[in-house]
């Protein structure tokens, strides 16, 4: 009898700040879309900053993290094609 494979469990991180208007918007559609997903306030945790600066070449936010997919900025589209949400 083979083993069945489990599915991959996406993971979504989103490296952002609180005043960040663009990191609202992209948590907003994450909830809206009952996306779980993994918030890390790049201004208070100097290591998760330099983390999202290696991953993404880019110190703005929101840089999103999609299964080692990198988003930077809300894109819509980008996101939904990440999360092969239609």
Not at 50 to 63: A, F
Request: charged share 30%; glycine share 4%.
């Amino acid at each position: 009898m083979k083993a069945k494979k489990m599915a991959t469990k996406t993971k979504v991180k989103i490296y952002s700040t609180k005043w960040c208007a663009h990191c609202t918007q992209a948590k907003r559609f994450f909830d809206e879309n009952k996306v779980k997903y993994e918030n890390i306030d790049v201004e208070k945790n100097a290591k998760a900053r330099e983390e999202m600066i290696k991953k993404s070449g880019q110190m703005g936010v929101p840089v999103i993290d999609i299964n080692g997919t990198i988003i930077t900025g809300f894109d819509r589209v980008a996101i939904k094609a990440a999360l092969h949400l239609h």
